[in-house]
């Protein structure tokens, strides 16, 4: 199965697309089941290492399956590397934004706010596991908002869960420092604030899925993870799927797509 499918086959359309701001990039889409709801909901973060030049459209074939089986969507876009306002600290500013618009958003669009997940693959995986640790950050830290969205739970496909550990191992030719705008070493305080492993132990349900032979994101990314938080006695739960690599984690027509929507499921 060519893992460039869901890159290169025009999406799905969404139900609506919803400013978050007022940047170009600022938006969601939302797909809805049929039925008057509320609905359950599952916020996708794309992943792409942050790049502007992969956006939100490959993400249409597994947020318009969920959809089918019961999930509206809340799929992010938001400012990239290589975009004005992109990388530390906008991009995260931006999602935390398309996360927290959905509260407002909610009541008349008949979703369930008592029922989020959160899912993101690879970059957008840290990104959906930092919008569940960023309750940890204190009001004298960066990224900082009061009463942030709460989450049910958060699933990581493939996640960069660990900034530190993404720039030592120099993944994506080095993006990890491009996006935090430097090393951990030359900006600790950002690192601090904005890897998904410096705000550990999360304290809500986590779900970490990764293929075996990833070679864009190793597995030891996850496992690491995975180890602290079950250190910390945080619920976290990881998921090696054996021979798979990188992309059938987004692709609802894999043999692992059932493995995604189970996890999803199972934090309702």
């Known amino acids: 199965m060519s893992?460039?499918?869901?890159?290169?086959?025009?999406?799905?359309?969404?139900?609506?697309?919803?400013?978050?701001?007022?940047?170009?990039?600022?938006?969601?889409?939302?797909?809805k089941p049929k039925g008057k709801g509320p609905h359950p909901v599952v916020l996708f973060v794309h992943g792409g290492f942050w790049r502007a030049e992969y956006g939100l459209e490959h993400a249409g074939h597994l947020c318009a399956d969920l959809t089918k089986r019961g999930f509206a969507t809340w799929s992010v876009e938001y400012r990239r590397v290589g975009q004005d306002g992109g990388g530390f600290p906008g991009t995260l500013e931006d999602v935390a934004s398309a996360a927290d618009h959905l509260m407002s958003a909610a009541p008349s669009l008949g979703l369930d706010l008592s029922n989020v997940?959160?899912?993101?693959?690879?970059a957008g995986g840290h990104l959906a596991m930092w919008l569940a640790a960023r309750?940890?950050?204190?009001?004298?830290?960066?990224?900082?908002?009061?009463?942030?969205?709460?989450?049910?739970g958060v699933v990581s496909l493939a996640g960069v869960l660990d900034l530190a550990q993404g720039a030592a191992l120099d993944l994506g030719k080095g993006i990890v420092k491009t996006f935090m705008g430097g090393t951990p070493e030359e900006v600790p305080e950002r690192y601090a604030v904005?890897?998904?492993?410096?705000?550990?132990?999360?304290?809500?349900?986590?779900?970490?899925?990764?293929?075996?032979?990833?070679?864009?994101?190793?597995?030891?990314?996850?496992?690491?993870?995975?180890?602290?938080?079950?250190?910390?006695?945080?619920?976290?739960?990881?998921?090696?799927?054996?021979?798979?690599?990188?992309?059938?984690?987004?692709?609802?027509?894999?043999?692992?797509?059932?493995?995604?929507?189970?996890?999803?499921?199972?934090?309702?």
């Open 135 to 152: 309750h940890r950050l204190t009001p004298k830290q960066a990224l900082y908002r009061d009463a942030p969205l709460k989450l049910k």
């Open 3 to 31: 893992s460039m499918w869901v890159l290169e086959t025009p999406q799905p359309p969404p139900d609506a697309r919803i400013a978050y701001g007022e940047a170009p990039q600022q938006f969601t889409e939302l797909r």
């Open 194 to 268: 904005a890897s998904p492993a410096a705000l550990q132990p999360l304290k809500l349900p986590q779900v970490l899925i990764h293929g075996t032979e990833d070679d864009t994101v190793p597995l030891k990314v996850s496992e690491g993870f995975h180890a602290r938080g079950v250190q910390q006695k945080d619920p976290v739960h990881l998921v090696p799927l054996k021979g798979a690599g990188h992309f059938e984690l987004i692709d609802p027509r894999s043999k692992e797509w059932p493995r995604v929507v189970q996890a999803v499921k199972n934090l309702r």
């Open 117 to 122: 997940v959160a899912m993101g693959h690879s």
